[in-house]
């Protein structure tokens, strides 16, 4: 059983994914101990934990999706399943000595800012009840990825066979020998379509897979490290680290062709073109999953699969829009139904109105998702947001990368922390809160760029836009860029404040 819940704590971590287990990890190093980590699920990992559809896999190499500062020489192939990659985070954070400051099956249900304490008030739900945590930093690591977005169609509600989101599979149900259908085309559904065939495949079942847009999908030569490669990559610390520096860059290699010009990606193009041909051999067929957008506009996938699991006799593409779910089916617009035993939801994720934004209030009384509501999501360096003093948000807006390892962004933001925390510490601050004009230049800097990218210019709708066509998720330059810009804590943009003396309930504070 787990201790109960504290009254205080130095540092309140919501989440205990990629995110929040390297703030937890890089805090204490630093010997900011007194921390805790909420997590509403039963184990670290967080969309690793969640996301175990079949075929799960990860679409950046391994050896670059994986902390700079923990190497893994393990991995079985050079893009890991994610059982690897579910037991290589809780490998890390069993090894770095943090895990009894975890609580799991603990929600973090809404937090207030107190000037005058210069506290964040935190309600907290854990199996002993609900608490009160006071907190002097709240550290939101609640992942861009994790709030499955279900698709608003007709009499979905009404559908009587198994119905579930790519994120939260029930593997309870036995898809074998049955009709099932996959809403979406996305990176979830392109990896979840040609496991399903097989099964169904071999087991008399039939797939029907509903696209909306055709996306890109490029082959993704996955190789198994043979036994050699892996003792070498176990033995020399050195090799890991070319290796991972040379896939770094071969992904970094992207940024030109996303952010400047378009027609650079024109080998990428003509690698997803020649997969096409390679996998379907119908041209009505070809043409339907062929793009009407750019390459990169949306997320590139990578798949030697996708292609021949559309093209199998097991398999229909159901192009016509839905109209409407009845309780045994599928209707498209032009009034087909498609009977189905089972419907799988690849549809995506909450991604421009993150849902912890509704639940954070900051010094005006208003919630993160009211002011985000008002004038859009922004956040100054992605990390921090006027209003909300000692808030430090991980994998939050305009941090998001179509091309790379999200681990690396994570590490740059808890650098940013880390160097807050140090500030605080060395100036006796209590709060720090960004001022309005470096916020107001950072994002209107970001927004300027943001037009000549290919995600604007492209052609395409995406999930990189909210709703006024704002590109409020990714980021528009190199990541090298995002790491310099947050390398140093640049205490001149922000309001700080001293502080007031912290009750804490540990004896463990740093002096
Ligand atoms: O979600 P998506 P995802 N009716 O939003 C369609 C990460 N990830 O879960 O394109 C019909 O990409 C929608 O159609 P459209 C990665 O960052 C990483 O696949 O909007 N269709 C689209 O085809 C990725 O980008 C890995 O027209 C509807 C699909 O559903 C992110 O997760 C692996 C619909 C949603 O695609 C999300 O990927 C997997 C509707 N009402 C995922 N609503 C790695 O390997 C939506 N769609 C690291």
Redesign the pocket.
């Known amino acids: 059983m787990s201790a109960p819940l504290p009254s205080t704590v130095r540092h309140l971590i919501v989440g205990a994914g990629f995110a929040g287990l390297c703030a937890a990890i890089k805090l204490q190093e630093d010997g900011e101990t007194d921390f805790l980590v909420v997590e509403k699920g039963l184990d670290v990992g967080g969309t690793w934990r969640d996301?175990t559809y079949p075929g799960?896999?990860?679409?950046?190499p391994s050896q670059l999706y994986s902390y700079s500062f923990a190497s893994n020489p393990e991995w079985s192939s050079s893009y890991s399943p994610q059982p690897e990659i579910q037991a290589y985070i809780r490998d890390v954070a069993e090894r770095s000595g943090t895990l009894d400051r975890f609580r799991f099956a603990t929600r973090f249900e809404d937090a207030a800012w107190d000037d005058a304490a210069q506290v964040w008030r935190s309600r907290i739900t854990g199996p002993d009840g609900e608490r009160t945590v006071e907190s002097r930093t709240l550290v939101v690591g609640a992942g861009s990825?994790s709030e499955p977005?279900l698709?608003?169609?007709a009499g979905i509600e009404t559908f009587g066979g198994d119905l579930f989101h790519?994120?939260r599979w029930d593997h309870d149900v036995d898809l074998a020998g049955k009709r099932v259908a996959v809403?979406?085309?996305?990176?979830?559904?392109i990896?979840i379509v040609p496991e399903l065939q097989q099964l169904l495949e071999s087991t008399g079942g039939h797939l029907d897979v509903?696209?909306?847009?055709a996306?890109w999908v490029i082959p993704r030569n996955d190789r198994r490290y043979g036994s050699l490669e892996r003792r070498a990559l176990r033995r020399l610390p050195l090799l890991r680290k070319a290796y991972r520096t040379g896939v770094y860059w071969a992904h970094e290699g992207y940024v030109p062709a996303f952010t400047v010009e378009p027609r650079l990606a024109a080998p990428a193009k003509q690698a997803a073109l020649a997969n096409i041909r390679k996998g379907i051999k119908d041209p009505a067929l070809r043409e339907r999953v062929t793009p009407y957008f750019e390459i990169g506009c949306?997320?590139i996938l990578r798949s030697n699969t996708w292609y021949p699991a559309l093209a199998a006799d097991t398999t229909e593409l159901v192009t016509d829009p839905?109209a409407a779910v009845t309780p045994g089916g599928i209707v498209t617009a032009d009034g087909t139904e498609r009977p189905v035993d089972a419907i799988v939801v690849?549809?995506?994720?909450h991604t421009t109105d993150l849902p912890f934004a509704e639940h954070v209030t900051g010094t005006a009384g208003r919630t993160l998702a009211d002011v985000w509501r008002e004038s859009g999501m922004a956040a100054y360096k992605g990390s921090t947001v006027p209003g909300f003093p000692n808030l430090f948000v991980l994998v939050g807006p305009n941090t998001g990368q179509g091309h790379t390892s999200m681990v690396f962004i994570i590490e740059a933001q808890v650098a940013y922390l880390r160097g807050a925390l140090r500030a605080m510490r060395e100036h006796g601050w209590g709060a720090v809160e960004p001022r309005v004009p470096p916020f107001r230049r950072w994002n209107s800097n970001l927004q300027r760029r943001m037009r000549r990218t290919v995600w604007t210019t492209g052609g395409c709708?995406?999930?990189y836009l909210d709703e006024h066509g704002r590109n409020t998720t990714l980021w528009p330059k190199s990541t090298v860029t995002f790491r310099r810009q947050l390398a140093r804590f640049d205490a001149d943009a922000y309001t700080t404040t001293p502080a007031t003396p912290i009750r804490t309930d540990r004896q463990e504070q740093p002096a």
């Open positions: 996301n799960a896999t990860c679409d950046v990825l977005r698709p608003e169609i790519s994120a809403i979406g085309t996305g990176a979830s559904a990896q509903y696209q909306r847009t996306p949306k997320r839905i690849a549809t995506g994720f709708e995406s999930w």
